[in-house]
T-cell receptor, first 115, second 120 residues
């Protein structure tokens, strides 16, 4: 079945620096890749997503890149701020004409921003 | 306010005592799903529902049951809880999976605040 690997499991960066989280997926049919941010005591919240017909997507300080050939995608956060400290999850799913509505999450990355 | 609510938020129970965790959404979403979150394992899907009376197994359905009698509610039932079901549970919902051209997809999911369950 589909598997999503996420690295690193923990990441500490200086405030103002950039942070990069990487994920690889196994099922080449996957075509939708969301990223979720989970703050302490809360449920995950979608922060950005990308579909397989796009190689890069950006939203202010957050960007996601997708390499379909290599089957990996990455989250980039620039000019990190203390409020970026959270656990981040990548995920992969298949959108299509079937009932394939399962979504597989990575194991998460705990990002800490040092003041 | 658009939201997904879960109850209870915290629950301590004993092995074998049936329990139900409720989930409700007020966004008229067709798709709903349950996940469990365990350290180092991320979020794993338990069950999902494409619409009323339509449910299907996720990756870790053993020991769980669900029902979808109404669009807004999607309860998770543990008939005989065991200690390995101690976990943090999340309910999520998503708008109609039927997008343009009939494509089926999840799009963005909205998660509830979580239910922390301890089975002794």
């Amino acid at each position: 079945g589909e598997n999503v690997e996420q690295h690193p499991s923990t990441l500490s960066v200086q405030e103002g620096d950039s942070a990069v989280i990487k994920c690889t997926y196994s099922d080449s049919a996957s075509n939708y890749f969301p990223w979720y941010k989970q703050e302490l005591g809360k449920g995950p919240q979608l922060i950005i997503d990308i579909r397989s017909n796009v190689g890069e997507k950006k939203d202010q300080r957050i960007a996601v890149t997708l390499n379909k050939t290599a089957k990996h995608f990455s989250l980039h956060i620039t000019e990190t701020q203390p409020e970026d400290s959270a656990v981040y999850f990548c995920a992969a799913s298949m959108e299509g004409y079937s009932s394939a509505s399962k979504i597989i999450f990575g194991s998460g990355t705990r990002l800490s921003i040092r003041p | 306010e658009a939201q997904v609510t879960q109850n209870p938020r915290y629950l301590i129970t004993v092995t074998g005592k049936k329990l139900t965790v409720t989930c409700s959404q007020n966004m008229n979403h067709e798709y709903m799903s349950w996940y469990r979150q365990d350290p180092g394992l991320g979020l794993r899907q338990i069950y999902y529902s494409m619409n009323v009376e339509v449910t299907d197994k996720g990756d870790v359905p053993e020991g769980y049951k669900v029902s979808r009698k109404e669009k807004r509610n999607f309860p998770l039932i543990l008939e005989s809880p065991s200690p390995n079901q101690t976990s943090l549970y999340f309910c999520a919902s998503s708008p109609s999976p039927l997008g343009k051209g009939g494509a089926v997809g999840l799009g963005a999911q909205y998660f509830g605040p979580g239910t922390r369950l301890l089975v002794l």
